[in-house]
Every structure is written in structure tokens, then in C-alpha cells.
């Protein structure tokens, strides 16, 4: 089945700096690939997504970028806040709505 | 539009016992996916009903079954329970067939003694 890993576990970055944190995937099949972002003791909030059917897309201080050849995709948040501060979870899905997440990454923002 | 629900938000149970958490989805959604989230092992796939069917399964033993009602409400029922089902399950709604967004709800944060 498919397999999605992320990278890194934990990243400190200091306030207006970049973030980027990394996924890939097993499942060639897969065609949607979601970020979910998760502050302690609420639950995951959709950030931006992006289908198969396109290389990038971005909203405001987020983007996503993705390759299929390599089979990998990425977040990248631009001039962090420290309300950025939280476990973003990338995710790939080929079915449905059955979603395969990676394991989390820990983002800290230092100002 | 009003979010997803999720009820009872805590639970405590005793092993052997059975649960049924129940999720509510956005009004008009007609997707329900179940999570079940733990520090060890992560966000996991359960199951997902559309349309009072279910239309995929994850990898959890039988003891993990749901059903969807023709309001959309869905219900997980978990029996006999191990240690190990302690757990956040949230339910997430999406709106169509096919892949969609998925919106989570709050979570029931389950412990098993």
C-alpha cells in the first residue's frame, strides 16, 4: 500500500525566515496531496493542496510544489510567524477520500 | 456553514468494554473518513462511508466497524477494547465522490484503563 514519508521530524527556523519541509510517496497511483496543519489539542486544519494535475500552487505565504517524476512534494512557508508554530502533516491519496499521512513535523518558530 | 462535530469529545473505558463515537459532517457532505491518531503510529486511515456505504477500509481488525446514516451522521464502534485503542479518533467530511477536501472535526480523545 501506499507509504508517505516526512521530513524533518522537528525544524526550528527564527521568525521571517523560510520553512520547507518535505514528503515523498510510494504509490505512483496517488493524485491528491494535502497539508494539514495541527496546533497542541486541535485538530488538523487544511493549509493548501494540490493535485496531480499541476507542478505548483501557492496561497499567500504558503506553497506547494510537486513532482511526480520523483515522486515527491513539499511545503514551503515563507517569512514564518510564530503563530506558524505547529505539526504540519503532508498526506497522498489515490482513492476516495482515504488519506495516507506522513508521520509530522514539528515546526518551531523563534522570535 | 456550521463544522464538523464530534461527540462525546472525552471517554474513558475499561478494557473488554465497547465504545460508539459518534461525527457529524458538514451540512450537505456526504463523506465521512475516520482517523485514529496516536504518538506512536500517527494519523491512521479507519474506513470511509459514502452514501451509507462503506467505500474503503484500512488496515485495523474487525474490532473497528462504522456505519453512515441517511442524514450523513456516521458512528464508529469499537468493542472489545485493548489498551491500545487509546487514542484521538477524528472523523473528517468531504463533499463529493472521488478525492475531495477533507474537513476533520475536533476529535474524541478515548482512554482505555
Not at chain 1, 83 to 95: I, L, P, Q
Not at chain 2, 3 to 14: A, D, F, H, N
Not at chain 2, 53 to 61: D, H, I, S, V
Not at chain 2, 87 to 97: E, F, N
Amino acid at each position: 500500500g501506499e507509504n508517505v514519508e516526512q521530513h524533518p521530524s522537528t525544524l526550528s527556523v527564527q521568525e521571517g525566515d523560510s520553512a520547507v519541509i518535505k514528503c515523498t510517496y510510494s504509490d505512483s497511483a496517488s493524485n491528491y496531496f494535502p497539508w494539514y496543519k495541527q496546533e497542541l489539542g486541535k485538530r488538523p486544519q487544511l493549509i493548501i493542496d494540490i493535485r496531480s494535475n499541476v507542478g505548483e500552487k501557492k496561497d499567500q505565504r504558503i506553497a506547494v510544489t510537486l513532482n511526480k517524476t520523483a515522486k515527491h512534494f513539499s511545503l514551503h512557508i515563507t517569512e514564518t510567524q510564530p503563530e506558524d508554530s505547529a505539526v504540519y502533516f503532508c498526506a497522498a491519496s489515490r482513492e476516495g477520500n482515504k488519506l495516507v499521512f506522513g508521520a509530522g513535523t514539528i515546526l518551531r518558530v523563534k522570535s | 456553514k456550521a463544522g464538523v462535530t464530534q461527540t462525546p469529545r472525552y471517554l474513558i473505558k475499561t478494557r473488554g468494554q465497547q465504545v460508539t463515537l459518534s461525527c457529524s459532517p458538514i451540512s450537505g457532505h456526504r463523506s465521512v473518513s475516520w482517523y485514529q491518531q496516536t504518538p506512536g503510529q500517527g494519523l491512521q486511515f479507519l474506513f470511509e462511508y459514502f452514501s451509507e456505504t462503506q467505500r474503503n477500509k484500512g488496515n485495523f481488525p474487525g474490532r473497528f466497524s462504522g456505519r453512515q446514516f441517511s442524514n450523513s451522521r456516521s458512528e464508529m464502534n469499537v468493542s472489545t477494547l485493548e489498551l491500545g485503542d487509546s487514542a484521538l479518533y477524528l472523523c473528517a467530511s468531504a463533499g463529493t465522490s472521488g478525492t475531495d477536501t477533507q474537513y476533520f472535526g475536533p476529535g474524541t480523545r478515548l482512554t482505555v484503563l
